[in-house]
C-alpha cells in the first residue's frame, strides 16, 4: 500500500460514492447546526419534502445570536430578528428530531466548544458545519471543515457532501515554545508567515514537538485558525492526550465499542514517506507573543515590533495596508506596546476554553483592569463557565473588574448586542480582524488570552512577559 | 437555481485583496430567515455612511455601475466567514459573475449552489479586466461558460478553468442534492458497510 497522509486515510474512509473526474460523495459523521446559516436549509428541505437522513447525527445549538447577560432565557430579552432565528432553530430541532441543547441548558454554548465537550467529535469522523471554524475539530484528528447553507441543505438531505480532494499541506513547530507564547500564537504566526490564502486548496495537518506538547484546548486553538489561513481544514493526528480527553465523554463509545474504536484511532497518523505538497517548517522558540495591527489575519507582528510602512509591502498589499492603517487609526513606525485601547474581550470558539480562560486569570490574579476600559470574558459553553466558578476563576475575572458573561459567540462577530462602537479599539482573543467584525468603525487586535489579560491590566497592547 | 450560460454586461472595479465576507454583508444581516432581500445591503459599511446615506464614491453607488452585473476583484475574494448571504447579497443585487486572481474555498463553493460564476484568471489579465472596468457602462465585459472565456470590450479573449461538473451544474441550473439522491444506493451501501466497520460513530 501506498503510504498516506491522515487526511488520505479519513478521506479514503468516508468516499460513499466516487464518479471518474474524482467528485466524490464524502459521507459526513457529524453535522453540528446553528441558527444562523441553517433557517433556509431547514426551509429547503421543506419546500421540498425532504428529511433529515441521519437525525441522530446532527446536533444543533444556538449561539452567534443569543445573548450574554442574565436572563436571556426570557425571548423578550432578545431583538425580534434574533428571537426569530432562536426559535426557527427550536423549531426545526423538535420538527425534524435532531439532538438539541437550547439556551436554557446548561451544555449551551459556541458549537465548536459543545461538540468536543459532550464527545461527539471523534477522531477519524468527517465533522461539517455552516461556520467556517468548523476547522477547530480537527484537534481530535477529524477531518471538519465549513460549509454553506446550500451544502447545509445538502448534508441535513443526504448525509454527504460533493466534494474533490483537497491537496496536503505540513506545517510542522518544531521544538518548544518560549515562556509566555501560547497555540494562538503559533496559529497567528503560521498564518503571518504564510498568509490569508496560504492554504487555500490544502488541508493542513500540524505536526511537530510544539504542536505535541499542546494541550488539547491549545490544539483547537491552532485548528480553529486553519481557516484564517485559507485551508480547507486543519488537523493534527491523535495521540494519547485526544484519548484521554474524549474517554468518559458523555457521547464518547464506551466499553467493546471504545476498544475497537481506539484499535482503528491509533493508526490515524501520517506515514513516514506520506507526499506532502507543500511543508512549512517553524521553530517553536522562534515564536514570540504576537498581535494583528491591520485588518487581516495576516497582518501579524510580534508585540515587540512597530506598525509597518505600507510602502514596506508588495503588490496589491500596499494598498491593502494603507487602508488598514487607515481604519485601524495607527501612524507607521508607532510601537505596538504604545497603542492604548478601550475594550477587552476574552471568549470565542478559538480562546472560549477553560484553559484559556486559566491563562488570563493568572495574568489578571490580584489586580485591577485600567481605569474607563472596558474587559468581558464570555466563556465557551456553560460548562465551561460553571468549572471557572467552581475554580475561582470568575472572582478573579470579576474582582479586577471583568463582566463576567454567559456563553456565546459574543463579541467574536458581535451579532449579538456585545459590540464595538465606532473608532473603539479591542483587544480580542477571537479570529478575525476584519473591518466592522466586532461592530460597525471598530478596530480590532488579534492576541492570546493572556496577553488580552495583559492589555486589560495596562489599558494598552502589552508584552504579557513584562508581568509575568 | 438559475442557469447560467452566458453573459454580458457592465462590469464594476473593486481592486482590493483579500475582499472578505463580512465586507460583503455585515453580520447585522445574517439574522434573516430567507435568501432574497440582501442585495440593498451588499457591502453596506463600504456603500453607506452611518446614517445610511450613500457614499459617492463607492463603486456600486456610482451611476455607471448600479446596474453592473460583474465584479472584478483582487486576489483571495470571499476570505473569511461561511456565510452564504454573500453570494445571495451579491446575486440579488444582480451580479452574476466574479473575475479575480483567487479566491476562498468556502465563498467558491457557495457562488455555484446560486448560479453565480466565479472566474480565477492571472492577475495580469485581471489588470486587463479591472482597466476595462474601469472605464465604465460603455465598456462591456462577455462571459460564455460553454467555451470558458472572458471578452473584454476591446475584443481581447482570455479562457478560464472550471470543474467540469461544477460547470454542468451551472449550465443547466441544476440542484445537487437532486443529483445525489440519485445514488442513494451507494450512499445506503456506504452506511451499512460503516456501521459494520465503525459502529461507535
Redesign the interface.
Known amino acids: 500500500m501506498s503510504p498516506k497522509t491522515l487526511y488520505d486515510k479519513i478521506w479514503d474512509a468516508h468516499v460513499a460514492h466516487e464518479a471518474e473526474d474524482g467528485t466524490s460523495l464524502l459521507y459526513i459523521d457529524r453535522h453540528l447546526v446553528h441558527e444562523v446559516t441553517s433557517p433556509q436549509a431547514f426551509e429547503g428541505l421543506r419546500m421540498t419534502g425532504r428529511t433529515v437522513r441521519a437525525p441522530d447525527k446532527t446536533i444543533a445549538v444556538p449561539d452567534h445570536n443569543v445573548p450574554t447577560t442574565a436572563g436571556r432565557e426570557n425571548p423578550e430579552n432578545m431583538t425580534e430578528d434574533s428571537r426569530i432565528q432562536v426559535a426557527a432553530l427550536d423549531k426545526n430541532a423538535k420538527d425534524f428530531g435532531i439532538h438539541y441543547y437550547p439556551v436554557s441548558d446548561i451544555r449551551q454554548g459556541i458549537v465548536h466548544i459543545v461538540g468536543p465537550e459532550q464527545g461527539w467529535t471523534l477522531p477519524g469522523m468527517t465533522v461539517v458545519c455552516g461556520d467556517s471554524h468548523t476547522a477547530t475539530h480537527g484537534a481530535f484528528g477529524a477531518l471538519a471543515h465549513g460549509i454553506g447553507t446550500s451544502e447545509v441543505e445538502h448534508v441535513l438531505a443526504t448525509q454527504t457532501l460533493i466534494q474533490k480532494k483537497s491537496k496536503n499541506m505540513k506545517v510542522e513547530i518544531t521544538g518548544q515554545l518560549r515562556p509566555g507564547v501560547t497555540a494562538k500564537d503559533i496559529t497567528l504566526s503560521v498564518i503571518g508567515e504564510t498568509g490569508t490564502a496560504g492554504g487555500t486548496g490544502y488541508v493542513i495537518e500540524y505536526c511537530g514537538e510544539a504542536i505535541r506538547s499542546l494541550s488539547m484546548e491549545g490544539r483547537m486553538t491552532v485548528c480553529n485558525m486553519a481557516i484564517e489561513g485559507g485551508a480547507r481544514a486543519g488537523l493534527i493526528a491523535p495521540d494519547e492526550k485526544t484519548f484521554e480527553y474524549v474517554k468518559g465523554r458523555p457521547h464518547a463509545p464506551k466499553g467493546a465499542q471504545w476498544d475497537a474504536a481506539m484499535a482503528w484511532w491509533k493508526t490515524l497518523y501520517s506515514d513516514d514517506d506520506a507526499h506532502w505538497d507543500k511543508v512549512v517548517t517553524i521553530k517553536g522558540e522562534d515564536i514570540a507573543p504576537v498581535v494583528t495591527w491591520g485588518t487581516s489575519p495576516e497582518d501579524v507582528l510580534p508585540i515587540t515590533g512597530v506598525v509597518p510602512d505600507p510602502a514596506s509591502f508588495e503588490g496589491g498589499k500596499v494598498e491593502a495596508a494603507k487602508r488598514s492603517l487607515d481604519y485601524m487609526g495607527l501612524t507607521p513606525g508607532t510601537p505596538l506596546s504604545e497603542v492604548t485601547i478601550d475594550t477587552v474581550f476574552i471568549g470565542s470558539c478559538t480562546n472560549g476554553r477553560i484553559e484559556d480562560l486559566r491563562a488570563a486569570a493568572e495574568i489578571v490574579k490580584g489586580k485591577k483592569i485600567k481605569d474607563g476600559l472596558r474587559a468581558m470574558v464570555v466563556p465557551g459553553s456553560g460548562l465551561v463557565r460553571l468549572q471557572a466558578e467552581e475554580e475561582g476563576l470568575a472572582d478573579i475575572f470579576k474582582e479586577a473588574g471583568f463582566e463576567w458573561r454567559l456563553a456565546g459567540c459574543s463579541m467574536c462577530l458581535a451579532m449579538n448586542p456585545d459590540q464595538l462602537a465606532p473608532g473603539e479599539r479591542c483587544a480580542a482573543t477571537s479570529n478575525r480582524n476584519f473591518e466592522g467584525r466586532q461592530g460597525r468603525g471598530g478596530r480590532t487586535h488579534l492576541m492570546s488570552p493572556a496577553m488580552a489579560a495583559a492589555a486589560a491590566v495596562t489599558g494598552r497592547l502589552t508584552d504579557v512577559r513584562e508581568l509575568m | 437555481m438559475q442557469e447560467f450560460t452566458t453573459l454580458t454586461g457592465i462590469a464594476a472595479p473593486l481592486?482590493?485583496?483579500?475582499v472578505?465576507t463580512?465586507?460583503i454583508i455585515?453580520?447585522?444581516f445574517?439574522?434573516?430567515?430567507?435568501?432574497s432581500g440582501l442585495g440593498v445591503n451588499l457591502f453596506d459599511?463600504m456603500r453607506y455612511d452611518?446614517h445610511g446615506n450613500e457614499i459617492p464614491d463607492f463603486v456600486l453607488n456610482k451611476p455607471q455601475y448600479r446596474e453592473a452585473e460583474i465584479l472584478v476583484a483582487?486576489?483571495?475574494f470571499g476570505?473569511?466567514?461561511?456565510?452564504?448571504h454573500a453570494?445571495w447579497a451579491l446575486l440579488d443585487f444582480g451580479i452574476r459573475c466574479v473575475i479575480a486572481p483567487?479566491?476562498?474555498?468556502?465563498f467558491y463553493?457557495?457562488c455555484f449552489?446560486?448560479g453565480i460564476l466565479p472566474i480565477a484568471l492571472p492577475q495580469e489579465q485581471v489588470d486587463v479586466l479591472m482597466k476595462d472596468a474601469e472605464k465604465g457602462a460603455n465598456a462591456r465585459i462577455s462571459v460564455d461558460l460553454e467555451a470558458q472565456t472572458v471578452t473584454s470590450s476591446d475584443g481581447e479573449v482570455f479562457s478560464f478553468e472550471v470543474?467540469?461538473?461544477k460547470k454542468h451544474c451551472l449550465l443547466n441550473g441544476l440542484d445537487?442534492?437532486g443529483l445525489?439522491?440519485e445514488?442513494?444506493a451507494?450512499?445506503d451501501?456506504?452506511?451499512a458497510q460503516?456501521a459494520q466497520?465503525?459502529?461507535?460513530?
Open positions: 481592486p482590493l485583496i483579500n472578505d463580512d465586507m455585515p453580520k447585522q445574517l439574522k434573516t430567515i430567507k435568501r459599511e452611518d483582487g486576489d483571495n476570505c473569511g466567514s461561511s456565510r452564504e453570494p483567487s479566491y476562498a474555498d468556502i463553493n457557495n449552489k446560486n470543474d467540469a461538473f445537487d442534492i445525489t439522491m445514488k442513494a451507494s450512499i451501501a456506504f452506511e460503516a466497520a465503525r459502529p461507535w460513530v
